[in-house]
């Protein structure tokens, strides 16, 4: 662990197995349960993943489950860790170093973050016209931030739009970038 702390955390970071013994001894066990192993080819099937990153954020949208987030401290726990988990196994399936067949092939990955891009641009753009209120529990913003609450909705609903689906579409350079890459690889390996 000593010399983890010369090094500096971004290098404990890049290299979990200088990170302490106790963090592995439960991660480990958590990972290589028989549990785990049997879920895992199917939760990382790239239509589940996909499935389950959109279905996942699509739930928590939801004005009475946004509600009881904001009023339930464990509620709200359990949104964040569900949203932190599908979005590591989704992108887990898109950045994944091997291709097809031992890994998702690139043009599945590509149709997954294309999927992912229309589910975020049809809630944003929803979030962003509409004329109602859909979430009453966040009309505190009215008074701490002197923002009516439609247009804190409306301006949720353009980060969900834009901003997001402007970092997918990279995703997509670099997703199309790994397949040249591969191509490439593979080509050189062919005419040797």
Not at 24 to 34: F, Q, S, T
Not at 35 to 57: E, K, M, Q
Request: charged share 15%.
């Amino acid at each position: 662990m000593r010399d983890t702390c010369r090094r500096g955390p971004f290098l404990a970071a890049a290299r979990p197995v200088l990170i302490d013994e106790p963090g592995r001894r439960v991660l480990r066990p958590a990972l290589l349960a028989p549990a785990t192993r049997r879920a895992w080819p199917i939760l990382s099937h790239p239509a589940i993943a996909l499935l389950l990153y959109v279905g996942t954020f699509y739930l928590w949208e939801l004005p009475a489950l946004q509600s009881a987030a904001l009023d339930n401290a464990a509620i709200g726990l359990a949104m964040h860790l569900s949203l932190l988990l599908s979005g590591l196994l989704f992108w887990s399936r898109i950045a994944g170093r091997r291709p097809a067949p031992l890994g998702v092939s690139h043009g599945e990955r590509l149709m997954m973050i294309w999927l992912a891009i229309l589910a975020q641009i049809l809630l944003g753009a929803y979030l962003t016209v509409k004329s109602n209120v859909l979430y009453p529990a966040y009309a505190a913003t009215e008074q701490l931030a002197m923002i009516a609450p439609i247009v804190d909705e409306q301006r949720g609903g353009f980060m969900i739009w834009v901003p997001s689906a402007l970092l997918s579409l990279l995703a997509m350079i670099v997703v199309i970038d790994m397949w040249g890459r591969h191509e490439t690889r593979m080509d050189l390996k062919r005419t040797q």
